[in-house]
């Protein structure tokens, strides 16, 4: 309140603040979720302190995976005062916290065991991956995970003129082409609940098995997902049967001696070539659908943080948010993890670092092994 009339914030300065989208905004308005109390002179909405409590709850809500019809249920409800609100809210975030401290700690007796030289079952395997590994560490996922688009483009390129495409192994939709008819699959919740509020319908299904005739699709693509798989080759085939073109963004596994030159995993994070043991080939991705390879140079600057991204930005491997929105850091356990960050964080600080890595300084993109399959 500023001298008794209550201050109202734009919509441009609430997004900014909720760290949503306008247009995310502008929907709750329209389906009367968080409706602005004011309008300002020229038309504009306005929202006052008691629409941000509002959103806030709402916000709250979503990220915890509900729908926007149960929030208006839960915000709505009568019967339930803010406190009431916010001890729910708690309430579910420990649920979530224990569940990420459960998959943690699986990781890690996995990672013991394969240590020792113990297989785990495929049972025991599927409650690691996947889907499941998402639901534990995929709320951190959006705050650097979104649209590069110059490797958007070579994406949308490949897929010609595809009217009708589907996007598997979707997660917040970051590559989905807004010209298209785009149908989304995605088997976590989680991730589910984070897609934009306008972006395109999403099902419920996995790669291996997807709920739709044959040739359904002018297109198929799945982007950053493949390795995530319990079945990748099946995966892909499913996809060659729903479309008729087939387009996969993803990581050569086969090559060592590439792998050698990107300077995260060679000295500092040498655990990363255990998790590529169960991964097919990229030769055998290639002739599950039939397509040819074409190598993804990553820019220096790669506004997609995904593990390769930061490249050129070493600094950025030391933030735990960065870290938390890629799942080889969870992958590679605690342990592992802490060591290559202190060990770079040394080497950042001492100059070492820039020593040995003086070449990339000059480079504006990086052969790092990214894919793009095109069938
Ligand atoms: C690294 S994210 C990539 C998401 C999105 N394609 C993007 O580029 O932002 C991997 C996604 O694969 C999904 N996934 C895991 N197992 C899957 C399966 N068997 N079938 C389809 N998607 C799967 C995860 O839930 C997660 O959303």
Redesign the pocket.
């Given at each position: 309140m500023v001298g008794g009339v209550e201050e109202h914030l734009t919509v441009g300065r609430v997004a900014e603040l909720a760290g949503v989208s306008v247009r995310t905004l502008h929907h709750y308005d329209e389906i009367a979720l968080v409706e602005p109390s004011a309008r300002t002179a020229a038309g504009y909405r306005a929202y006052s302190s008691g629409d941000l409590e509002r959103l806030r709850k709402v916000l709250a809500y979503r990220r915890l995976g509900f729908g926007l019809r149960e929030i208006a249920d839960l915000v709505d409800d009568p019967a339930t005062d803010a406190v009431a609100h916010l001890r729910r809210l708690r309430g579910l975030l420990l649920d979530q916290r224990d569940r990420a401290a459960a998959m943690v700690t699986a990781l890690d007796r996995e990672l013991e065991a394969r240590a020792m030289g113990i297989r785990t079952t495929p049972e025991e395997q599927l409650q690691l991956?996947?889907?499941q590994?998402?639901?534990a560490i995929?709320s951190a996922?959006p705050a650097t995970?979104r649209t590069e688009p110059r490797i958007a483009e070579r994406v949308w390129d490949a897929l010609g003129d595809a009217r009708t495409v589907l996007?598997?192994?979707?997660?917040?939709?970051?590559?989905e082409p807004p010209d298209r008819d785009v149908t989304a699959?995605?088997?976590?919740a989680v991730?589910r609940a984070q897609r934009p509020a306008d972006a395109a319908p999403c099902v419920a299904?996995?790669?291996?098995s997807l709920p739709f005739e044959d040739q359904s699709f002018d297109a198929a693509m799945?982007?950053?997902?493949v390795h995530?798989?319990?079945?990748p080759i099946a995966?892909l085939r499913e996809m060659r049967r729903v479309a008729r073109r087939v387009v996969v963004?993803t990581y050569d596994a086969s090559d060592i001696d590439r792998r050698q030159r990107f300077w995260l995993t060679r000295d500092y994070l040498p655990e990363f070539a255990d998790l590529l043991v169960d991964w097919p080939s990229l030769a055998d991705l290639t002739r599950a659908i039939g397509g040819r390879a074409e190598p993804v140079l990553i820019p220096w600057d790669c506004a997609?943080g995904?593990f390769e991204a930061y490249w050129r930005r070493p600094e950025a491997y030391l933030d735990e948010e960065v870290r938390r929105a890629v799942?080889v850091w969870t992958r590679v356990g605690p342990g592992a993890e802490r060591r290559a960050v202190s060990r770079l964080g040394d080497d950042l600080s001492s100059g070492r670092w820039a020593e040995r890595n003086r070449d990339l300084v000059a480079l504006d993109a990086a052969e790092l092994g990214l894919r793009l399959i095109v069938a």
């Open positions: 991956f996947g889907a590994l998402y639901e995929g996922y995970r996007n598997v192994g979707a997660g917040t939709g970051s590559y699959v995605e088997p976590s991730m299904a996995s790669a291996e799945a982007f950053s997902t995530h798989w319990r079945d995966g963004f997609d995904f799942s």
